[in-house]
């Protein structure tokens, strides 16, 4: 059957179908739960139609939608806020990234890549980070975290109150740099492009930087920075693959206007930004509460931390397949 036909004998039946979904987000059902059921299966088979004989992506993301949105109202009020979140947690979260796999690797890859390269040169050239970052900042890290070495040999904790504040000021910092790398995106990509490569020269500068430093002083940087990285990278990194997906879609928005192909990748990358802030949240829990702490030494930190990167990847590209 042509396109047109299916979407001729069908168009009225969805229009119908979306009012009656409205009803329903707004509490006022326009018809009772079976017959809500009913159509919503109705639309479930349309779409497996559509799919099966290869019509335009944009009915499918259309009607695909229109299911989402059913899904939420047919499972909203029966199952409890809790099981929602687990549910997103153990199955949907994973599957969102997987299904964006392309920009998940294209965005390691623009950042990991410079990363470790420069921590390289850096490790081999003593005096291109200080080139590089600048004096100033290379003498503020290394106090920082020469005072950090001291309060570990002292075993010495933060303050709580501090730890606190410090909780929500990382939360702030790392939810904006993952705004500007998803949000530059508009940029037909070339910001998002810009701050990955950016960030992995000037990080890996850094590991490399520190890897000049006393002993001590380096175990209190890799440390400090193993454990939470694990997740702020991530976080960023799935920032990155957001923003690299919003610009495919302004530069080859594969024959829709650049306005229809927003919206239609715009779910995938909002999917995307909403993976990276969860792992931004934890990141700054395990920064401003684990990674601070002077009583642990800093080679069970690196302990925890060869677990958090390991299970981070395992949980993105391994959890929820059967489902």
Request: charged share 15%; with cysteine.
């Amino acid at each position: 059957m042509k396109q047109y036909i299916f979407e001729q004998q069908h168009e009225k039946f969805w229009h119908d179908f979306e009012e009656v979904v409205t009803s329903f987000e707004k509490n006022k059902p326009s018809i009772n739960a079976q017959e809500f059921a009913r159509q919503y299966r109705i639309v479930c088979q349309h779409v497996a139609q559509a799919s099966s004989r290869n019509y335009s992506p944009s009915l499918i993301e259309d009607l695909q939608h229109l299911i989402e949105r059913a899904h939420h109202v047919l499972y909203r009020h029966s199952t409890p806020i809790l099981s929602q979140f687990v549910q997103w947690l153990r199955y949907d979260l994973p599957a969102n990234v997987r299904a964006e796999k392309k920009m998940v690797i294209w965005a390691h890859l623009l950042f990991y890549v410079p990363f470790f390269v420069m921590m390289l040169f850096c490790a081999i050239f003593p005096d291109l980070a200080e080139r590089l970052l600048g004096s100033w900042h290379t003498s503020m890290m290394d106090r920082m975290y020469e005072d950090m070495a001291e309060r570990t040999r002292d075993g010495e904790n933060r303050d709580f109150g501090i730890n606190m504040l410090m909780f929500g000021y990382y939360i702030f910092n790392n939810v904006g740099i993952a705004f500007k790398t998803a949000g530059s995106g508009f940029l037909f990509g070339v910001g998002t492009l810009y701050i990955l490569l950016f960030n992995g020269f000037m990080i890996g500068s850094v590991f490399g930087h520190m890897l000049h430093n006393d002993i001590e002083v380096a175990a209190a940087f890799f440390g400090f920075v193993s454990t939470h990285g694990a997740f702020e990278l991530t976080g960023i990194v799935l920032s990155g693959a957001a923003g690299l997906r919003i610009g495919l879609a302004l530069i080859d928005p594969q024959g829709y206007s650049r306005t229809d192909a927003l919206r239609i990748q715009g779910r995938s990358a909002a999917k995307l930004i909403t993976a990276a802030f969860f792992l931004l949240v934890i990141a700054a829990f395990f920064e401003a509460f684990w990674s601070s702490m002077g009583m642990i030494p800093p080679v069970v930190k690196i302990f925890v931390a060869t677990f958090c990167w390991i299970g981070v990847y395992v949980y993105l590209f391994r959890v929820g397949k059967k489902k």
